[in-house]
């Protein structure tokens, strides 16, 4: 983003977040923070890395010209918390 601003030209970033996906784990600055388990600490995290984003391009000065665009699918499988699965993962902690 920093070359193309420089440059004054036009860039594209595709960015999927797949961490809504199971298994959700937050990094773990964003475990506990919500309080309401671990799929909230991961949209919190995104939401934390989408506006670290939104301010680059403030800081570039180029927020007047760029356009965001946000998706989403059909959202994260439904596990309930607790179930066991074949996959296997530690749960991080700060």
Do not use: C, S
Not at 18 to 23: G, I, K, M, S, V
Not at 61 to 73: H, Q
């Amino acid at each position: 983003m920093k070359r193309q601003a420089k440059a004054k030209k036009p860039f594209f970033v595709y960015l999927p977040y797949t961490q809504t996906h199971y298994p959700a784990l937050p990094h773990p600055d964003f475990v506990g923070k919500t309080g309401n388990g671990r799929w909230a600490d991961v949209l919190a995290q995104v939401d934390a890395y989408n506006g670290m984003l939104l301010d680059a391009i403030d800081k570039l000065g180029i927020a007047d010209d760029t356009l965001f665009i946000f998706t989403a699918d059909n959202g994260p499988e439904a596990f309930p918390e607790g179930t066991n699965t074949t996959v296997n993962y530690k749960i991080p902690t700060k």
